[in-house]
């Protein structure tokens, strides 16, 4: 059996299998070749897209600044219709190895791909094996997750990742494996935590400051006052002067949004809500 290209009479490539066979007498002596042709060239160009799709998804999987892994099973297992899900659960997190991981999601863990490679879930989730239980159930219940996780590197390092896994099925609703994308956010975490604090002390430096304290909102009035100006108003102090009700209609715009406790003793009111309704 072989194969080829061939030029058609139009000057079309096409693809060919050429099967022959070689035909014998009753003595053993060759006698003639039987043969036939066969285009494949449709099996050929479809054989070929398949592999250049295979290809790019390799190298988006290999460069992908996001960690990428796969965890294939060797047999499909039931997990909708299982009647120990635990027992299913706790089989998969402690014999199932991963199966592919790509750089990225190596650097994010600090192994090496043959250390990876022979750890199951257990392992990843040593530092709070809970976690990991309660995550793939999570996972194996709904088909699919996105969610952050608070986690360590080998060498014991506090990270955060934020993902999406994906569990794979057979036609039978078993499942074959699952696989997950995910990317370091310790940094975002870090900074969210920092600015929480931050408001936090502000909070608490504004409460018990003993300074009477109160934020105001005066963005009605500006636009209030945009439209004067905008309908003709050049001088504000003799608009106002010639109509002082103006004035107590500008002041009903502005409103307190906070104050602090010096600020409630000095207006003698019982909680914030007198004075903001005094607005």
């Known amino acids: 059996i072989e194969e080829y290209r ?3 009479k139009d000057g079309r490539m096409l693809w060919m299998r050429d099967t022959s066979v070689l035909i014998r007498d009753e003595n053993g002596h060759p006698k003639y070749i039987q043969g036939f042709l ?7 160009q479809a054989a070929d897209a398949l592999r250049k799709s295979e290809q790019r998804l390799q190298a988006f999987f290999n460069q992908s600044l996001d960690g990428f892994f796969f965890c294939d099973f060797e047999e ?5 219709h299982a009647s120990n899900k635990d027992e299913t659960l706790e089989y998969i997190i402690t014999t199932k190895h991963f199966t592919d991981v790509n750089d990225a999601m190596l650097k994010q863990y600090g192994l090496d791909r043959e250390t990876f490679l022979s ?15 309660k995550l793939r159930r999570e996972l194996f219940d709904a088909g699919h997750l996105h969610l952050e996780t608070f986690e360590r590197t080998s060498a014991g390092t506090p990270v955060w990742f934020e993902g999406d896994y994906v569990c794979l099925y057979d036609p039978q609703e078993r499942i074959t494996g699952f696989f997950g994308i995910q990317r370091e956010i310790t ?7 920092a600015l929480r604090d931050s408001e936090q002390c502000y909070r608490t430096l504004f409460d018990d400051v003993p300074i009477a304290i109160w934020e105001q909102d005066f ?9 004067l100006k905008a309908g003709g108003v050049t001088d504000i102090r003799v608009y106002f002067s010639e109509r002082p009700e103006e004035l107590l209609y500008c002041e009903s715009m502005m409103r307190i949004l906070d ?7 000095m207006y003698e009111a019982e909680d914030k809500r007198e004075l903001m309704r005094v607005t």
């Open 38 to 44: 066969e285009d494949i060239t449709t099996h050929k």
């Open 187 to 193: 940094d975002r975490k870090m900074a969210e935590q």
């Open 119 to 133: 750890f199951t879930t257990r392992d990843i989730f040593a530092h709070d094996p809970e976690q990991g239980r």
């Open 76 to 80: 499909p297992i039931e997990w909708k």
């Open 219 to 227: 963005s009605e009035l500006k636009k209030h006052l945009d439209s």
């Open 6 to 8: 061939m030029i058609a």
């Open 259 to 265: 104050l602090n406790r010096a600020a409630l003793k």
